[in-house]
């Protein structure tokens, strides 16, 4: 089945710097990506998706780049501020599952 | 906006006991699962379900079981419970209904200890 890692699993970095966290997966067939932030002690929630079709998303002050070639999806922080301190997780799933796979996370610390 | 609820939002149950972990979803979402999050393993799937009267295990469904008796409510059972099950449980419905992508909405989650 697939199998996705997400590194690094930690990642500290001072506000304005970029930060970026890769997870690569193994299945193929993999079709819908996703990145989800969970801020301390709260829940998920969805930042972006991504579909095998598209290979580059934007958001406020992040990039979301789809490798297919590589099986690699990475979120990209431009300038990074406290409010993005989190815990970063990647999800992937293929066209007909029910079932999203999800990364083991990233805790990202943003220092003032 | 859609709403996914859970309780209780913390839990301590005895080793042995009885558990249920409940969770309503008013967005009229066929899909519902239940993860658990644990430090270094992420969220990992124990059951899911398509809709009222369906139940389907997922990566991890040993010593869970799952009820959805409503298109509404999705229930996560631990019969017997164990330490190992001290957890953070999530619960979430999914709009996925074929041909595009699956957003998943997230309730706030229970803090299970087990003792």
């Known amino acids: 089945g697939e199998q996705v890692e997400q590194r690094p699993p930690h990642l500290s970095v001072r506000e304005g710097d970029s930060a970026v966290i890769t997870c690569t997966y193994t299945?193929?067939?993999?079709?819908?990506f996703f990145w989800y932030k969970q801020e301390p002690g709260a829940s998920l929630q969805l930042l972006m998706k991504?579909?095998?079709?598209?290979e580059i998303n934007e958001g406020q002050g992040f990039t979301v780049l789809l490798n297919k070639k590589d099986k690699r999806l990475s979120l990209n922080l431009t300038a990074a501020h406290p409010g993005d301190s989190a815990a970063y997780f990647c999800?992937?799933?293929?066209?007909?599952?029910?079932?999203?796979?999800f990364g083991k996370g990233t805790h990202l610390h943003v220092l003032p | 906006e859609a709403a996914v609820t859970q309780s209780p939002r913390n839990k301590v149950a005895v080793t042995g006991g009885k558990v249920t972990l409940s969770c309503n979803q008013t967005?009229?979402?066929?899909?519902m699962y239940w993860y658990r999050q644990d430090t270094g393993h992420g969220l990992r799937l124990i059951h899911y379900?398509?809709?009222?009267?369906?139940?389907e295990k997922g990566d991890i469904p040993d010593g869970y079981k799952a009820s959805r008796p409503s298109q509404e409510n999705f229930s996560l059972i631990l019969e017997l419970a164990t330490p190992s099950q001290t957890s953070v449980y999530f619960c979430?419905?999914?709009?996925?209904?074929?041909?595009?992508?699956?957003?998943?909405?997230f309730g706030s989650g229970t803090r299970l200890t087990v003792l």
């Open positions: 379900s398509y809709g009222a009267g369906s139940t």
């Open positions: 967005n009229n979402h066929n899909n």
């Open positions: 299945d193929p067939n993999s079709y819908y």
């Open positions: 991504v579909f095998s079709s598209t």
């Open positions: 999800a992937v799933s293929d066209t007909n599952a029910y079932k999203v796979i």
């Open positions: 979430a419905s999914g709009d996925w209904t074929g041909g595009s992508a699956e957003t998943l909405y």
